[in-house]
């Protein structure tokens, strides 16, 4: 709720709590903790009384405070037009100040002040007015938080004096009689009692992958949200500035306290750098949404199961209203993507809104929202409401000319889901060699129920020893391990490299058009010791901008297949001839004769190797000594060869500028 009560946050939203105090309010909302309100879906409007004037006040902004709110006429003059809207607030507005009528002087100034100096947030259910939720009844809800005073010099908003509210409560069954045989009733408060989660899986997940998201910054349970979008911003920026003027940029974009000003900022900058500061804060708001994205979405999924099935205070048939909400939605869905090529902009807004809701069996409660205090603040779970709210209202309010004629929709019709398609595991790296815990990791994969099929991509660079004598592992011996390990496993496919990394191929996977396509899912594998990394951090809106409707995820493993084991450590016991060491970091189904083939699969080619090279330096010693003739004319062969085959190239790399769109990691 924002405006004139104030804002209701999501738990994201306060830049000031902390993580240990977002999961002991997770931990409440499980235990079934936590005391909560109904927020309800009408016209948001606030209340008082002029006891001067004899006449109830409503106002919208701070204007219409300072003003000393609009009567019933002005009301009615600033809806005007407005349909059902317009009937909404007056006759609502109508109800109370009949209501207000039936109380004392005395009740009315304690409740209201001498002078409309206490106002009240309310709401206005009107069934007949096209809310996306369809309330039984004609309702004026007085909600419980929101309240305030408010001085019209000043222009400044307090808490309301101690027993107004209270002196409200106790008139209420007056009020309530005055209103006797009218539309409209009154209600208060809206209690809803969250239901204890069943085990704490939930929780758990929730809290593991704040964890996941922490570690990744740098971060712990006593940092702010703020902390970590500072953290994702000063990470994510792409630009090719100095670190102070990034530094500069996010205190200006998050106005932190030392923001020193965008014409101090622009001050002695190039003409590039102006280039990039312009292109950064156009886009701030994408950046600000993209750096939040991961806490938002941990947020929203548990949010979505506290309040799955819970019942509305003002509706009776909880499963119809779902189901009618459903119906809506398959609409909303249906007609966007059929105006699709007209408005590729729905579609990749509707595309966002659906991967949060993930699935019309999703929908399971017809309430807003629930509302609670914690230490001061007041906060909503909202759940799979706001991205449906969002769909319907690009249905609702879409170009006439766009929009389906309703006498040709059928409204019968079985609830669409999100369109399901293939479901891939990509599990990048360089596996050189691969050992019994890269096969575990794909194995796991591949025996998920949610996974169809494993692609493995294998790292073309070669890798060599640390130690006397070198020896290579390259990618076609590690494809041929790859293709005896996964013998028997007709899932797991094994491919090599074709971009500039393995991770790059997953990125060029997702947006390619012709490998995945609208419903598809990709699921991206890595083991818990990779768990900080960002390899994959910005996958999914990389997805939403290049192939959307392509679904993408993270499944992280166990180490399989005991301790982790890197492929320097494979490589040097190939180089010190330690078989048997190196065999037992080998996949456990292998028989002894495919063990040997491993064997002498990562070893005869180097001993090849190394009999050519003392070979050739056996030669060319002869050379020297004349035992071979050299051809008519040439004295020697020309000057020293320097270049050392074993040698990691160190070549800086080339100055690219970097293109000016920004993208979130």
Do not use: C
């Not at 408005?343 to 990749?348: F, I, K, S, T, Y």
């Not at 603040?377 to 909202?382: G, L, N, V």
């Not at 005991?562 to 970091?585: N, V, Y």
Request: net charge neutral.
């Amino acid at each position: 709720m924002g405006g004139v009560p104030g804002h209701m946050s999501h738990l994201y939203d306060n830049q000031d709590l902390t993580f240990s105090e977002m999961k002991e309010i997770m931990d409440a909302a499980s235990n079934g903790d936590l005391s909560t309100e109904e927020k309800v879906d009408g016209q948001n409007i606030v209340l008082s009384y002029s006891i001067s004037e004899g006449k109830a006040k409503g106002a919208r902004n701070k204007g219409n405070l300072k003003q000393g709110g609009l009567d019933a006429s002005g009301l009615a003059q600033k809806f005007a037009g407005r349909g059902t809207l317009e009937q909404a607030f007056t006759s609502g507005f109508s109800a109370f100040e009949k209501a207000v009528s039936s109380l004392s002087s005395q009740e009315k100034k304690k409740i209201f002040g001498p002078d409309t100096n206490i106002w009240y947030n309310a709401e206005i259910m009107d069934p007949s007015h096209k809310n996306v939720i369809k309330y039984d009844s004609k309702t004026l809800k007085i909600h419980g938080v929101g309240h305030f005073a408010f001085d019209r010099e000043s222009g400044e908003k307090s808490p309301i004096p101690e027993g107004s509210l209270e002196t409200l409560d106790s008139s209420l069954d007056k009020m309530q009689k005055a209103l006797h045989g009218e539309d409209y009733s009154l209600a208060r408060q809206a209690i809803i009692r969250l239901k204890k989660l069943e085990d704490d899986t939930i929780l758990k997940e929730a809290k593991s992958k704040i964890d996941s998201e922490l570690t990744k910054e740098g971060l712990s349970d006593k940092d702010t949200i703020l902390d970590y979008t500072t953290s994702r911003l000063r990470n994510g920026l792409e630009a090719s500035l100095p670190d102070n003027l990034k530094e500069e940029l996010i205190n200006y974009i998050l106005k932190l306290p030392a923001n020193v000003g965008l014409k101090a900022i622009k001050k002695g900058l190039d003409k590039e750098q102006l280039e990039d500061v312009r292109t950064i804060l156009v886009s701030k708001k994408m950046l600000l949404e993209e750096a939040i994205q991961p806490i938002e979405s941990i947020v929203h999924d548990f949010t979505v199961e506290i309040l799955k099935g819970l019942q509305s205070v003002f509706i009776k048939d909880t499963e119809a209203e779902v189901k009618r909400l459903k119906d809506d939605l398959a609409t909303a869905v249906n007609d966007i993507t059929e105006r699709g090529p007209d408005d590729p902009q729905a579609m990749d807004i509707m595309q966002r809104h659906l991967n949060k809701i993930k699935d019309f069996s999703q929908i399971t409660t017809p309430v807003e929202a629930v509302v609670f205090d914690y230490n001061g603040h007041t906060y909503k779970f909202a759940g799979n409401f706001a991205p449906l709210n969002q769909i319907l209202g690009m249905f609702r309010y879409a170009r006439a000319d766009k929009k389906l004629n309703t006498e040709s929709i059928n409204f019968d019709t079985q609830v669409l889901t999100e369109k399901t398609g293939k479901k891939v595991a990509l599990l990048p790296g360089g596996f050189k060699p691969p050992h019994a815990g890269h096969y575990g990791l794909a194995k796991g994969l591949a025996s998920n129920s949610d996974v169809d099929e494993v692609i493995v991509i294998i790292g073309k660079n070669p890798r060599f020893s640390d130690i006397e004598p070198k020896i290579t592992i390259t990618a076609e011996q590690s494809k041929n391990l790859w293709d005896l390990y996964t013998r028997n496993d007709n899932n797991i496919k094994v491919r090599i490299q074709e971009g500039k990394t393995p991770v790059a191929d997953v990125y060029d996977l997702i947006a390619d058009k012709n490998s995945f396509s609208d419903g598809d899912t990709v699921f991206l594998g890595k083991s818990d010791k990779d768990q900080g990394d960002t390899r994959f951090a910005r996958a999914q809106s990389y997805a939403e901008r290049h192939n959307p409707g392509v679904n993408v995820k993270e499944i992280v493993f166990p180490v399989i297949g005991g301790e982790s084991m890197g492929g320097t450590a494979l490589r040097d016991m190939i180089a010190a001839g330690e078989k048997e060491r190196f065999i037992s970091k080998l996949p456990t189904h292998l028989s002894s004769d495919e063990l040997e083939e491993v064997w002498n699969s990562v070893t005869t080619r180097n001993e090849n190797l190394n009999s050519f090279i003392d070979k050739t330096i056996e030669e060319m010693s002869a050379m020297g000594a004349g035992s071979i003739q050299g051809a008519s004319g040439l004295n020697g062969f020309g000057p020293t060869n320097k270049y050392n085959p074993y040698k990691r190239s160190k070549t800086s790399k080339p100055k690219v500028r970097r293109a000016k769109r920004q993208r979130r990691r």
